[in-house]
């Protein structure tokens, strides 16, 4: 790996990003989730943080444009340079650009903005070009595998020669030590191996996904082998522990978190204000005491909450909740009686029911895959 | 020496000034007034090979097969080299 000449590097943790217009080649929500996974790459092995900003100044400042766009580098039309970015710095200092006369995609055809992305933000924190060509920092764009983490030992080197490693990680390490159940006195420590493992609830977080149980909660890319392992307390400490289900709204950055017949909305860690709020503040019935599990259906615009063997779904089109609780296996057939967790990835719905983990297509309505609950991590 | 057809020139031509653009953009390279001049210590077959040890392809100082497909590929427009 290389960095830049003087090495610059952000003095601060917590970088934000603004993203001031969109490629017509892919949909807003998809822009959103490509640059989000893009960053979280980097967050994933360093200290840095990333919190998303839609007006004002921001220290990454990323947009789409062709041939001259105000800047000493012009892009040279479909092919050749295809994005670039500044090192650390203000004004132009860590900005992103992206060639519009590129087909930006989120799959491997065309070009993959995640990919892009993710390089370029190399640049924007600090790294220069990698000779190795295995890097993510290697400067010429390949077909890469889509299911495998990006970032190489050599990027990862590099990364953390200027921003240290993962500091949450190191956290997990010193509290994932499982010690002999005879020696401490603590409870032992959720294993995430243990087939027997049961989660209170799931939800997708920043292009990461986050499983609850108990006091703590691990965060795992879906592409990154490793999880973080933390105690929700580390991340809000007024949040009580052992929540009862938890959904993430994307375009809005904001997780619904519940327990017993509260709930509270967070921004990264921070709890916004004016909550815990009740439940039936949502629209439920004084008779619903708790949620057993949500998730927030993008496509459709549709919050779904479980109660028991039932479910009650919120349509922020028509602004309009269920009037009566709906059986879920008629809406989701092969999916009986309670669930302890359910969030949704990609085109599926994942849901936990003890155990078990049935993933749900729901264009063909009908369960594709009865999977362990440890199934997302590398057991 | 034998003339090379025309078509081949063209086409050699053409990758001499890609190849010469991509010097441009990513390492620095300035092409002075003077013609090229094809010693082994001109300034564009330096760069040539400066390039091509980046990349770890044979460094030959020339527009071979290797380099040529390498110019012509997607990239990041950020310098190899140290602007």
């Known amino acids: 790996f290389t960095t830049f000449a003087g090495e610059p590097k952000w003095a601060k943790q917590v970088l934000t990003y603004r993203i001031l217009n969109y490629t017509p080649d892919l949909r807003p929500v998809d822009v959103n989730a490509s640059i989000k996974k893009a960053l979280s790459v980097w967050s994933s092995v360093t200290p840095l943080k990333f919190i998303k900003k839609d007006r004002g100044d921001a220290d990454i400042m990323i947009s789409f444009a062709a041939r001259a766009h105000n800047d000493f580098m012009p892009f040279d039309g479909p092919g050749g340079s295809i994005a670039h970015a500044y090192a650390p710095g203000k004004d132009f200092g860590g900005d992103a650009h992206f060639d519009e006369d590129e087909t930006w995609t989120k799959s491997t055809e065309g070009t993959n903005l995640f990919y892009v992305a993710a390089h370029e933000f190399g640049h924007s924190l600090g790294l220069f070009h990698s000779k190795d060509s295995n890097a993510l920092m290697y400067p010429v764009y390949r077909k890469f595998d889509p299911s495998v983490f990006p970032l190489h030992q050599d990027d990862i080197n590099g990364i953390q020669y200027l921003y240290g490693p993962s500091n949450t990680h190191n956290d997990q390490r010193e509290s994932t030590e499982i010690k002999d159940p005879t020696e401490s006195k603590e409870p032992t420590l959720p294993n995430t191996c243990d087939p027997s493992l049961t989660f209170d609830a799931v939800t997708t977080f920043r292009g990461e996904i986050m499983f609850f149980k108990d006091k703590h909660f691990w965060r795992k890319h879906p592409a990154v082998q490793t999880a973080d392992f933390n105690l929700i307390s580390s991340f809000w400490p007024r949040l009580p522990p052992g929540v009862d289900a938890a959904y993430e709204i994307p375009e809005k950055d904001k997780t619904v978190i519940f327990k017993g017949n509260e709930f509270w909305v967070v921004r990264g860690d921070t709890i916004l204000p004016g909550y815990p709020q009740k439940i039936h503040t949502l629209g439920f019935s004084k008779d619903i005491t708790k949620i057993d599990a949500a998730f927030y259906n993008g496509n459709e615009g549709k919050t779904y909450y479980f109660i028991a063997d039932k479910f009650l779904s919120y349509d922020k089109r028509s602004q309009s909740m269920d009037r009566k609780p709906i059986l879920i296996s008629n809406e989701f057939p092969g999916i009986n009686g309670k669930i302890d967790a359910v969030f949704q990835h990609e085109n599926f719905f994942y849901f936990f029911c003890g155990r078990k983990q049935f993933e749900f297509d729901p264009d063909k309505k009908r369960v594709t895959r009865l999977l362990k609950t440890n199934f997302w991590f590398p057991c | ?83």
Do not use: H
């Not at chain 2, 003339?3 to 953009?25: F, S, V, W």
């Not at chain 2, 091509?52 to 990041?76: A, I, M, N, P, Y």
């Open chain 2, 1 to 83: 020496s034998r003339a090379l057809p025309a078509g081949t020139r063209q086409k050699e031509e053409g990758g001499i000034q890609l190849t010469q653009k991509y010097l441009e953009n990513y390492y620095g390279f300035k092409k002075d007034g003077e013609s090229f001049i094809w010693k082994s210590n001109s300034p564009m077959t330096k760069k040539i090979k400066e390039m091509q040890e980046f990349f770890g392809l044979e460094v030959t100082g020339k527009v071979d097969s290797g380099t040529l497909d390498l110019v012509q590929k997607r990239r990041c427009g950020f310098p190899d080299v140290a602007g």
